[in-house]
Nanobody, 120 residues
Framework: VQLQASGGGLVQAGGSLRLSCAPS????????MGWYRQPPGKQREIVAR???????NYGDSVKGRFTISRDNAKNTVDLRMNSLKPEDTAVYYC???????????????WGQGTLVTVSS
């Protein structure tokens, strides 16, 4: 099974984008879900995570601008990004912590990444 991220693109500073991540097959319920990003030339960093009951935590640089949400029925996770800044430019990756698919246990699974570019 693969995690498929979508919604990236080019946007001007101050604009908004919505990223989505969905599994390619029907999986069991997922524990934590999250979004991470890797800016050009830098290490991957946490953007936001959401637990199965809806508890959230955010990286300091995105607090108040980004909102993570999930649909437990579809096992999808979204990231709404508002007031985007050039420093938000990065490849964004979704992450599922634990789930089962066709009798096999999966842990710490990553999506393929989607590029977000914010122009000044």
């Amino acid at each position: 099974v693969q995690l498929q991220a979508s919604g990236g693109g080019l946007v001007q500073a101050g604009g908004s984008l919505r990223l989505s991540c969905a599994p390619s097959g029907s999986i069991s319920s997922v524990t934590d879900m999250g979004w991470y990003r890797q800016p050009p030339g830098k290490q991957r960093e946490i953007v936001a995570r959401i637990g199965s009951a809806g508890s959230t935590n955010y990286g300091d640089s995105v607090k108040g601008r980004f909102t993570i949400s999930r649909d437990n029925a579809k096992n999808t996770v979204d990231l709404r990004m508002n007031s985007l800044k050039p420093e938000d430019t990065a490849v964004y990756y979704c992450n599922f912590e634990d789930f089962w698919y066709r009798g096999r246990y999966y842990s710490n699974q990553w999506g393929q990444g989607t590029l977000v570019t914010v122009s000044s």
